[in-house]
């Protein structure tokens, strides 16, 4: 049996005791270590809350959520709240705008720093954070707003590397970012989960889930609509449109290549269906 990293029960969530709609409602979740998810889900549907508990930046209004062996629940105290977020590193939208410091080095050295490591650990925790980003070693004395933008994301995603957490958040992290910004950071992100991180990744864009997931979590007005693979929540377009979902690209480009008589293997990666769709029109040459 997968070990969990990540088990919520019966959670509720309220931001004030006069508020008239929980921004969750009886959630119950199991995220088993080492997995990729995507958290999806129209704005407002409690996607950020869900991982703001996770992260230990708040307690549960009712129920617990256990990550790794730390349980929390509305009666958790600040330390216990800490505790879990030993575990978890949360990447924030547009996180480069909390850079502070005058080189890369120190800004990824902060955390490790305040967590009282050693001069050698935290010099190997910066060490080893540029080498997941995809950062040269050169760059650790560069300030880091003499960088592009793509490269300012990535160090500030380095900062939170460099404590090591066995799950990391992310929250729209390509967001504003260009195409072959947005292809590296996900590359990374993916080189990740490979070497065992579990991801959690909040984002609107289905082909990232596509691509990258092994879970899908679909929230919808404070639920948890449906836990699946990428694979049986994107075969049900009436789910999708209920839920204020788009298709994968692939997905739908083969739905209208159907339309029109060009019957091609499914697939949610654009890779594979240009592969495909080469394929088909090569044998047609041949024929």
């Given at each position: 049996m997968a070990q969990s990293a990540i088990v919520i029960k019966n959670v509720g969530f309220t931001y004030s005791a006069i508020a008239a709609h929980p921004a969750l409602k009886d959630l119950n979740l199991t995220i088993e270590a080492g997995s990729f998810v995507g958290i999806v889900g129209h704005t407002g549907s409690g996607k950020s809350t869900l991982v703001s508990l996770i992260d230990g930046l708040t307690r549960p209004t009712s129920g617990t959520i256990q990550v790794g062996p730390v349980v929390v629940?509305?009666?958790?105290?600040?330390?216990?709240?800490?505790?879990?977020?030993?575990?978890?590193?949360?990447?924030?939208?547009?996180?480069?705008?909390?850079?502070?410091?005058?080189?890369?080095?120190?800004?990824?050295?902060?955390?490790?720093?305040?967590?009282?490591?050693?001069?050698?650990?935290?010099?190997?925790?910066?060490?080893?954070?540029?080498?997941?980003?995809?950062?040269?070693?050169?760059?650790?004395?560069?300030?880091?707003?003499?960088?592009?933008?793509?490269?300012?994301?990535?160090?500030?995603?380095?900062?939170?590397?460099?404590?090591?957490?066995?799950?990391?958040?992310?929250?729209?992290?390509t967001a504003g970012l260009d195409a072959a910004s947005t292809n590296q950071l996900l590359a990374n992100v993916a080189q990740l989960h490979a070497q065992g991180t579990t991801i959690l990744l909040i984002t609107h864009q289905m082909d990232q889930v596509a691509q990258y997931a092994d879970q899908v979590v679909v929230m919808n007005q404070g639920h948890l609509v449906k836990a699946a693979p990428p694979q049986e929540i994107f075969a049900d377009p009436d789910f999708l449109v209920a839920n204020h979902l788009n298709l994968p690209a692939a997905v739908e480009i083969n739905r209208q290549l159907r339309q029109v008589g060009v019957e091609l293997p499914p697939t949610m990666k654009m890779a594979d269906l240009a592969d495909r769709l080469a394929a088909r029109l090569g044998g047609q040459k041949n024929e």
């Open positions: 629940s509305a009666n958790s105290s600040a330390k216990e709240l800490a505790a879990l977020r030993q575990h978890v590193g949360y990447v924030f939208q547009f996180p480069e705008q909390q850079l502070f410091a005058e080189t890369v080095a120190e800004d990824i050295a902060f955390g490790p720093t305040n967590l009282g490591w050693s001069d050698d650990q935290i010099q190997q925790a910066v060490h080893d954070a540029l080498d997941l980003v995809g950062l040269p070693q050169s760059m650790a004395q560069r300030s880091p707003f003499a960088l592009s933008g793509g490269q300012m994301r990535r160090v500030a995603i380095a900062g939170v590397l460099a404590m090591r957490p066995a799950i990391l958040i992310l929250d729209e992290p």
